[in-house]
Antibody, heavy 116, light 114 residues
Framework: QVQLVQSGAEVKKPGSSVKVSCKASGGTFSSYAISWVRQAPGQGLEWMGRIIPILGIANYAQKFQGRVTITADKSTSTAYMELSSLRSEDTAVYYC?????????WGQGTLVTVSS | DIVMTQTPLSSPVTLGQPASISCRSS???????????LSWLQQRPGQPPRLLIY???NRFSGVPDRFSGSGAGTDFTLKISRVEAEDVGVYYCMQATQFPRPLTFGGGTKVEIK
């Protein structure tokens, strides 16, 4: 059974950065893209970007270009999402998801709170 | 990017009755490989999203057969044949046809019990 386990909740100051991890188990990590999707309080789902671990190639939503970096470590089957220049509007739950058949497996979510 | 529009925003349903959610895309979701990468996700309160349906009508592992998907091109529907209490939550359509371009999601439809 595929599982994606994310790192714990974070509280950050405006202007700082956050790095969230997503560790995969039970499947072939490198073969599938891992996407990052966020959900602001009471809002819908917003795609931020993805990485294809076997290629080491990432692409990002235009909205986050220059502020987000997605990486993957094949040796530990872990994907990372780093978001910089944080502002209050970045307060959200951040999810990783495997792009198999659709987004077939999701992490449990990581709450990032940006507050002074 | 492809825009996904869902209706209704909210669907109050009596237990045991059917529910239907529509999703329309701003352009055809038919990929050059002949597949249509339209999925449906369920998000129960306080939970991460869960895949229900992929490629229009294929139920994901463990999904009850009261959930079904249909449609083609730009118009798609999710149906729940008999709503149960555990079906309460928000449902999203999602397209992945433009890979590696952005995934896009509908705005969500809240299913609640009358």
């Amino acid at each position: 059974q595929v599982q994606l386990v994310q790192s714990g909740a974070e509280v950050k100051k405006p202007g700082s950065s956050v790095k969230v991890s997503c560790k995969a188990s039970g499947g072939t990590f490198s073969s599938y893209a891992i996407s990052w999707v966020r959900q602001a309080p009471g809002q819908g789902l917003e795609w931020m970007g993805r990485i294809i671990p076997i290629l080491g190639i990432a692409n990002y939503a235009q909205k986050f270009q220059g502020r987000v970096t997605i990486t993957a470590d094949k040796s530990t089957s872990t994907a990372y999402m780093e978001l910089s220049s944080l502002r209050s509007e970045d307060t959200a739950v951040y999810y990783c998801a495997r792009e198999g058949e659709g987004c077939d497996y999701w992490g449990q979510g990581t709450l990032v709170t940006v507050s002074s | 990017d492809i825009v996904m529009t869902q209706t209704p925003l909210s669907s109050p349903v009596t237990l045991g009755q059917p529910a239907s959610i529509s999703c329309r895309s701003s352009q055809s979701l038919v990929h050059s490989d002949g597949n249509t990468y339209l999925s449906w996700l369920q998000q129960r309160p306080g939970q991460p999203p869960r895949l229900l349906i992929y490629k229009i009508s294929n139920r994901f592992s463990g999904v009850p057969d009261r959930f079904s998907g249909s449609g083609a091109g730009t118009d798609f529907t999710l149906k729940i044949s008999r709503v149960e209490a555990e079906d309460v939550g928000v449902y999203y359509c999602m397209q992945a046809t433009q890979f590696p371009r952005p995934l896009t999601f509908g705005g969500g439809t809240k299913v609640e019990i009358k």
